[in-house]
């Protein structure tokens, strides 16, 4: 579980101390990472949509939430469940 | 014009005025447009495409106080990966 923001890694630092976050946030500093998963407005200013991404073990897409949905972390957390079991029946 | 008539005009224009101000457009409030955000940029990736990979510095730092990186490659073939792009720090999102 990550978590991307184009915050500076010393924000993160920060903002990772604030939230007591459990895991790694990681900076996209040069917004090179929010342009190629196609969530970067250019639009608004500096503003990259809200989206939570969760990833198979062969680096396969297997479920996207967008925009509020995204805040809350059941539906990704379903989908991590369902690639576990998955990998249990396999 | 006798006063008669003058009396009658008047009470016709009376009739004009009042009819007028009855059938005015009452001034009610414009048609209030529900306000259309502009539509939300979506992500031009689907469900069964590859991860772009990326390589970014973390809030982790190892034994020697140096800034971990991640790899989204180092990954494949091991684990299954949420990534939560958030807005910007401290903006509750």
């Known amino acids: 579980m990550f978590g991307i923001s184009m915050d500076s890694n010393p924000a993160n630092k920060e903002y990772a101390q604030k939230i007591g976050v459990t895991f790694p946030l990681l900076s996209d500093w040069k917004r090179e990472v929010v342009k190629a998963y196609g969530i970067y407005d250019p639009t608004k200013s500096d503003y990259a949509m809200r989206t939570t991404f969760v990833i198979d073990k062969d680096g396969i897409i297997q479920h996207i939430k967008e925009g509020n949905e995204a805040v809350d972390p059941t539906s990704a957390i379903d989908a991590c469940n369902l690639l576990t079991h998955k990998k249990a029946t396999q | ?93």
Do not use: E
Not at chain 2, 3 to 18: C, E, S
Not at chain 2, 21 to 47: E, F, G, I, R, Y
Not at chain 2, 63 to 92: I, Q
């Open chain 2, 1 to 93: 014009m006798t006063i008669r008539t003058g009396f009658a005009i008047l009470i016709i224009l009376a009739a004009a005025v009042y009819t007028a101000a009855q059938s005015a457009p009452t001034q009610s409030a414009a048609p209030t447009k529900p306000a259309t955000p502009p539509p939300a940029p979506h992500t031009t990736l689907k469900v069964g495409d590859p991860a772009p990979d990326f390589n970014l510095p973390s809030t982790i730092v190892d034994a020697n106080s140096k800034t971990v990186r991640y790899k989204l490659s180092d990954f494949k073939g091991k684990k299954n990966v949420v990534l939560a792009f958030y807005v910007l720090a401290f903006t509750g999102g």
